[in-house]
């Protein structure tokens, strides 16, 4: 039946019966997809599989029946799903892109009012959809309501009235739920269904024309800005916002223009002429026919609160910092004064003394105090320059034999005064010369190797160096001393911590030492390892990624380009394109490297960015260079081709994009769009 007239099959029989049949198939099929749509204990994905084997059951040849859910790119198909030429479709168009539900007939059935299909079915698909479309809405707000909990968690007793508002807003999401359901159970219309749920938002939305115009706004939003709808209607969005912040509208509408959509903050006015921060989401869609901007405002006065907050903390605490800095910098220079005259004064006693003198002893004594008292401060001041991430690198050109050589005079001087008797080998197999920061290697190789003599009463000591690959370079410090337990091996890189306090009375030291060597190797890009055996010895060992900035220049020009690529034909490819003309090529093969270059030189021109490195995507990279650089030019380099990898790299914050393989002609036009790109003389 259809209202009160009753339905003439082709046959011309009225089969009151069948109709009554059909619709209560119809009201089960829709009672048993509410259900399914309001489980808590199954997935989304559960939920969508489940429902599209229970839509057939509302058609009127269920047995020949299957149906299809297609939301973006996730496909569910009933059992025994095939695609034939008999179908009803339902789209719906939600946040997340198009929501699709097809119901076919795998054989051919006779003609009904919609090919094999009933007007009354294809109402019953557009309900399903629109049912379907609503839960996975629901479901995406629930989902963003859990997340926002999680980051406030720590926060939870400030904003119980929050968390209250946001079970509160949970709950009136289960009632419309239920009313929706009630709703098509009844057939209501769909815009009835959409202004419902339209109302019930909490954020504010409003739906308006190319022009600004508002066409369509919430009850949440009249209520906030504390204008009636009818006023709303009256205004455009620029008369919203706040005189000094319109200045973002052109930029948005470009956006908007480009993508389709646009996220931006602003500060909308209320009637009353309160400020109010808000954050916007906006979206081209089509309403009523017609592209109109469809636009969701988070009030932000709670987070801009947070903010100022955080940024509040962080400033004292880099205050504290600052002031700590300045204190050990003070502290340093009021010890050293006076300690400079004791050892000055000391050495000159120490001359004048005879050798059999017993005062002599007691010199050396006070000149052994003093260096002992000299080291703890330049180790608290080294330990201060790490915590506070100040530590300074400057590569050089040097060979390791020569550095390990001359660390190793160095730790035969050092066992002679703590008067052990061991040997201290060197085993080099790293001949050619590299480019890292030799004096910060010195000083690491020099406590590893103090350590080691510390606690090792016989046997060797063995300082080594060995490549890894084209880049890396492996040292050690090796020892046959007592070892460390396995329990222990954690915190012996702690700061002021050693393996037992009984360490300290019978090796000496401050606990500073490994943590001085951690820091400084991290810094460099290494992680200090440690593998050893109580009773056989212990490997200190590093990796450090060799640096190539120096190796690669290619003149003294003003224009500087960073090349970041790991492969090394590409590298030399495009450093031939370029070779004749007047440029200072620099090169990094990951994004470690690169940033490590970009924070270290005064200025780079231009980049030319491989997009697929070793460590990390070239987008993510790309991003991390804009927060830094927001000028800086980025051409993007990709073996990837096409539309979408170029709507990555842009989005990222590239310039430009060429795709692999480079012409050399394309790559110097696009070169020459940001820099004066001149032949050598």
């Given at each position: 039946?259809?209202?009160?007239?009753?339905?003439?099959?082709?046959?011309?029989?009225?089969?009151?019966?069948?109709?009554?049949?059909?619709?209560?198939?119809?009201?089960?099929?829709?009672?048993?997809?509410?259900?399914?749509?309001?489980?808590?204990?199954?997935?989304?994905?559960?939920?969508?599989?489940?429902?599209?084997?229970?839509?057939?059951?509302?058609?009127?040849?269920?047995?020949?029946?299957?149906?299809?859910?297609?939301?973006?790119?996730?496909?569910?198909?009933?059992?025994?799903?095939?695609?034939?030429?008999?179908?009803?479709?339902?789209?719906?168009?939600?946040?997340?892109?198009?929501?699709?539900?097809?119901?076919?007939?795998?054989?051919?059935?006779?003609?009904?009012?919609?090919?094999?299909?009933?007007?009354?079915?294809?109402?019953?698909?557009?309900?399903?959809?629109?049912?379907?479309?609503?839960?996975?809405?629901?479901?995406?707000?629930?989902?963003?309501?859990?997340?926002?909990?999680?980051?406030?968690?720590?926060?939870?007793?400030?904003?119980?009235?929050?968390?209250?508002?946001?079970?509160?807003?949970?709950?009136?999401?289960?009632?419309?739920?239920?009313?929706?359901?009630?709703?098509?159970?009844?057939?209501?219309?769909?815009?009835?269904?959409?202004?419902?749920?339209?109302?019930?938002?909490?954020?504010?939305?409003?739906?308006?024309?190319?022009?600004?115009?508002?066409?369509?706004?919430?009850?949440?939003?009249?209520?906030?800005?504390?204008?009636?709808?009818?006023?709303?209607?009256?205004?455009?969005?620029?008369?919203?916002?706040?005189?000094?912040?319109?200045?973002?509208?052109?930029?948005?509408?470009?956006?908007?223009?480009?993508?389709?959509?646009?996220?931006?903050?602003?500060?909308?006015?209320?009637?009353?002429?309160?400020?109010?921060?808000?954050?916007?989401?906006?979206?081209?869609?089509?309403y009523e026919g017609e592209e109109a901007v469809l636009s969701i405002a988070r009030d932000l006065t709670d987070r801009k609160l947070h903010e100022r907050k955080l940024v509040e903390a962080k400033e004292r605490a880099e205050n504290s910092e600052r002031l700590k800095t300045s204190f050990l910098a003070n502290l340093s220079h009021e010890i050293r004064t006076p300690l400079n005259g004791i050892i000055g004064f000391s050495d000159m006693l120490a001359e004048r003394v005879k050798a059999s003198d017993k005062s002599k002893e007691y010199i050396q004594a006070i000149q052994e105090s003093s260096d002992q008292l000299l080291k703890i401060i330049e180790d608290l001041l080294e330990i201060s320059s790490i915590s506070n991430k100040q530590i300074e690198l400057n590569p050089e050109e040097f060979t390791p034999s020569d550095l390990l050589s001359e660390v190793a005079d160095y730790i035969n001087d050092y066992k002679r005064t703590e008067d052990k008797d061991?040997?201290?080998?060197?085993?080099?197999?790293?001949?050619?010369?590299?480019?890292?920061?030799?004096?910060?290697?010195?000083?690491?190789?020099?406590?590893?190797?103090?350590?080691?003599?510390?606690?090792?009463?016989?046997?060797?000591?063995?300082?080594?160096?060995?490549?890894?690959?084209?880049?890396?370079?492996?040292?050690?410090?090796?020892?046959?001393?007592?070892?460390?337990?396995?329990?222990?091996?954690?915190?012996?890189?702690?700061?002021?911590?050693?393996?037992?306090?009984?360490?300290?009375?019978?090796?000496?030291?401050?606990?500073?030492?490994?943590?001085?060597?951690?820091?400084?190797?991290?810094?460099?890009?290494?992680?200090?390892?440690?593998?050893?055996?109580?009773?056989?010895?212990?490997?200190?060992?590093?990796?450090?990624?060799?640096?190539?900035?120096?190796?690669?220049?290619?003149?003294?020009?003003?224009?500087?380009?960073?090349?970041?690529?790991?492969?090394?034909?590409?590298?030399?490819?495009?450093?031939?394109?370029?070779?004749?003309?007047?440029?200072?090529?620099?090169?990094?093969?990951?994004?470690?490297?690169?940033?490590?270059?970009?924070?270290?030189?005064?200025?780079?021109?231009?980049?030319?960015?491989?997009?697929?490195?070793?460590?990390?995507?070239?987008?993510?990279?790309?991003?991390?260079?804009?927060?830094?650089?927001?000028?800086?030019?980025?051409?993007?380099?990709?073996?990837?081709?096409?539309?979408?990898?170029?709507?990555?790299?842009?989005?990222?914050?590239?310039?430009?994009?060429?795709?692999?393989?480079?012409?050399?002609?394309?790559?110097?036009?696009?070169?020459?769009?940001?820099?004066?790109?001149?032949?050598?003389?």
């Amino acid at each position: 039946m259809e209202g009160n007239n009753i339905v003439i099959r082709k046959n011309g029989v009225t089969d009151r019966d069948h109709a009554l049949k059909e619709r209560m198939k119809e009201l089960n099929c829709l009672i048993r997809l509410s259900r399914l749509c309001n489980s808590s204990d199954i997935s989304v994905d559960e939920i969508l599989q489940q429902s599209v084997k229970v839509i057939p059951e509302g058609w009127q040849f269920p047995e020949d029946a299957c149906a299809r859910i297609v939301d973006g790119e996730n496909e569910y198909l009933s059992d025994g799903f095939k695609e034939t030429r008999f179908r009803q479709t339902s789209e719906r168009v939600w946040i997340n892109g198009v929501l699709k539900v097809e119901v076919f007939y795998l054989t051919e059935r006779p003609e009904e009012d919609i090919g094999p299909f009933l007007h009354e079915e294809q109402r019953l698909l557009d309900t399903i959809a629109e049912q379907i479309q609503y839960f996975l809405e629901r479901k995406m707000r629930e989902l963003e309501l859990s997340q926002r909990n999680q980051e406030h968690i720590q926060l939870l007793e400030k904003y119980t009235t929050q968390n209250k508002e946001l079970n509160q807003l949970n709950d009136k999401l289960k009632q419309e739920v239920e009313r929706k359901a009630r709703l098509e159970l009844k057939a209501r219309m769909n815009a009835e269904k959409f202004y419902v749920f339209f109302n019930a938002l909490n954020d504010s939305v409003f739906i308006h024309d190319l022009e600004g115009n508002f066409l369509a706004v919430n009850d949440t939003a009249a209520k906030i800005t504390g204008y009636t709808k009818k006023e709303l209607y009256a205004m455009s969005f620029t008369q919203l916002d706040a005189p000094d912040s319109q200045s973002h509208v052109e930029d948005v509408m470009r956006t908007l223009s480009d993508k389709g959509k646009a996220m931006f903050e602003t500060v909308h006015k209320t009637k009353t002429g309160k400020r109010l921060p808000v954050e916007v989401s906006a979206k081209l869609v089509d309403y009523e026919g017609e592209e109109a901007v469809l636009s969701i405002a988070r009030d932000l006065t709670d987070r801009k609160l947070h903010e100022r907050k955080l940024v509040e903390a962080k400033e004292r605490a880099e205050n504290s910092e600052r002031l700590k800095t300045s204190f050990l910098a003070n502290l340093s220079h009021e010890i050293r004064t006076p300690l400079n005259g004791i050892i000055g004064f000391s050495d000159m006693l120490a001359e004048r003394v005879k050798a059999s003198d017993k005062s002599k002893e007691y010199i050396q004594a006070i000149q052994e105090s003093s260096d002992q008292l000299l080291k703890i401060i330049e180790d608290l001041l080294e330990i201060s320059s790490i915590s506070n991430k100040q530590i300074e690198l400057n590569p050089e050109e040097f060979t390791p034999s020569d550095l390990l050589s001359e660390v190793a005079d160095y730790i035969n001087d050092y066992k002679r005064t703590e008067d052990k008797d061991m040997r201290v080998d060197v085993r080099c197999l790293v001949e050619e010369k590299v480019v890292l920061d030799k004096e910060r290697l010195i000083q690491v190789i020099k406590h590893l190797g103090e350590n080691a003599i510390k606690f090792t009463n016989e046997g060797t000591v063995e300082l080594g160096c060995e490549r890894v690959d084209d880049y890396n370079l492996r040292f050690y410090v090796r020892d046959t001393g007592i070892g460390i337990k396995p329990e222990d091996q954690d915190c012996v890189f702690d700061t002021f911590r050693q393996v037992d306090h009984g360490f300290t009375r019978n090796y000496g030291g401050n606990g500073l030492g490994l943590s001085i060597v951690k820091g400084i190797i991290e810094s460099m890009g290494g992680e200090l390892r440690l593998v050893s055996e109580p009773g056989k010895g212990s490997e200190f060992s590093f990796i450090l990624k060799e640096s190539r900035e120096k190796l690669v220049k290619s003149s003294t020009s003003d224009n500087h380009i960073l090349i970041i690529e790991d492969e090394s034909m590409n590298f030399q490819l495009l450093k031939e394109y370029l070779e004749e003309y007047d440029v200072n090529i620099l090169h990094a093969s990951t994004g470690f490297e690169a940033m490590s270059i970009l924070t270290t030189r005064e200025h780079i021109d231009l980049i030319l960015l491989d997009i697929r490195l070793p460590d990390m995507d070239g987008d993510r990279l790309a991003r991390d260079i804009i927060a830094m650089y927001p000028e800086m030019p980025i051409i993007a380099q990709t073996a990837f081709t096409g539309p979408e990898n170029e709507r990555i790299c842009r989005e990222a914050g590239c310039t430009d994009y060429l795709s692999k393989p480079n012409m050399r002609k394309n790559l110097l036009d696009k070169i020459s769009q940001y820099m004066d790109l001149k032949k050598q003389e």
